[in-house]
């Protein structure tokens, strides 16, 4: 291919697996190739390294599925070489010229020699490439804290590259089964999302709105974290539930204290009817223990007992600092933090109940006769569908 460029992934979670790591292995190359669809790249996975050759125009598109491909621990664009001794010390002082063009000062180089025909064994390729770039004057060397780690590695063809760059890790998306996740426009659900879809899950939203007590810049928010989440996720689903009428019920015949359980409870009913008609497997929300009144032991018992199937919350053992560390880093925590409340918010209770009893929320549950109600929002609901580059469809 005239003008291509190879990039090289590395697995990492994988190569534990035993029996059926190429079950594992078959869904990253496909989900690969489903990011990459229409690019006119090629991909293929050898001995623990996923290959992917694109068109020179294309290459955004292949950063992009490698910076969101779930089950790859990293990534880098690769210098191919012939597989002599020479060639391959071109390749490496090419490399080394691109980090001080970057402003690198240091480096060491580390080799791997997957083809044993090569005259070279893994030492002496570390040994002679190292001593070219020393001696040509590029950059200096410190085996202990470089600032660059040029790697070589041998394999169908010499591969040649620098720093590598951050992927997902965790297991390919598709997996580990279906969630539907409880996505509101805070920080905490899409970094819960995005940790389960990590664990191979594939992922669908739901979301409630109570128009008109939540705007619409609110359910933007929304829409826009969902965009982020099928961007890992190759795709997704946004289920969107009007909740005005609910809220205003458990306004009205529900004690102060209990709204919030309650409020809660009947997410957890309508999201576990929704998962039996999508097919999730699980529901996932971004509860922390403790956080806040909703999140304590007592409360999400209260609330598990109305949810026939698994309740996720993958954030549960995390604080503040970690799950906003991770909001940044996939690129949500900028839209979560816009000042536009959802409706957990809404007419929350002063002094909410800390510890509620089963009981007491199952006799108010009964008082307010709140199912009907659930039933007509579920049935009303939206349905968004959403690309895998994030484009509402």
């Not at 005239?2 to 992934?9: A, S």
């Not at 990590?198 to 128009?211: A, E, I, P, Q």
Request: aromatic share 6%; net charge positive.
């Amino acid at each position: 291919m005239k003008n291509e460029i190879v990039f090289l992934g590395r697995i990492g979670e994988l190569s534990l697996k035993g029996g059926n790591r190429k079950d594992f292995e078959e869904r990253l190359v496909q989900n690969a190739r489903l990011f990459l669809e229409g690019s006119k790249a090629s991909v293929r996975l050898s001995a623990g390294r996923l290959y992917i050759r694109c068109p020179e125009e294309k290459q955004d598109d292949a950063v992009f599925a490698l910076s969101h491909l779930t089950g790859l621990a990293g990534w880098a664009r690769v210098r191919t070489a012939e597989k002599t001794a020479q060639a391959v010390t071109a390749a490496v002082l090419a490399e080394a010229e691109k980090a001080a063009a970057a402003g690198y000062k240091t480096f060491k180089i580390e080799a791997r020699r997957a083809d044993k025909t090569f005259p070279w064994n893994s030492f002496e390729i570390a040994r002679e490439t190292g001593a070219a770039v020393f001696q040509a004057g590029i950059l200096a060397v410190d085996v202990h804290r470089p600032d660059v780690v040029i790697m070589v590695e041998i394999r169908d063809q010499a591969l040649v590259y620098g720093t590598e760059n951050e992927a997902p890790r965790g297991l390919p998306c598709g997996t580990g089964g279906r969630g539907l996740l409880l996505l509101s426009g805070g920080i905490d659900s899409p970094v819960a999302g995005y940790r389960m879809i990590c664990r191979g899950m594939k992922v669908d939203s739901l979301y409630f709105h109570s128009h008109p007590f939540t705007s619409p810049e609110a359910r933007k928010k929304v829409e826009d974290l969902a965009a982020i989440l099928a961007a890992y996720n190759i795709g997704g689903h946004l289920n969107v539930v009007s909740f005005t009428e609910v809220q205003r019920r458990i306004k009205m015949r529900c004690p102060e204290a209990f709204t919030t359980v309650i409020l809660r409870i009947c997410m957890m009913k309508t999201a576990a009817r929704l998962a039996a008609q999508i097919g999730s497997q699980a529901i996932i929300t971004g509860e922390s223990l403790g956080q806040v009144a909703s999140q304590t032991m007592e409360n999400m018992a209260v609330v598990n007992g109305y949810a026939p199937l698994p309740v996720l919350r993958p954030l549960i053992g995390m604080d503040k600092e970690e799950i906003t560390a991770t909001a940044k880093k996939i690129g949500s925590y900028g839209i979560s933090i816009l000042p536009y409340e959802d409706c957990c918010v809404i007419f929350s209770p002063k002094h909410p109940v800390l510890k509620a009893k089963a009981d007491a929320a199952a006799s108010i549950l009964q008082d307010a006769d709140l199912d009907p109600l659930l039933d007509e929002a579920l049935a009303a609901r939206e349905h968004l569908r959403i690309s895998r580059f994030g484009k509402m469809l």
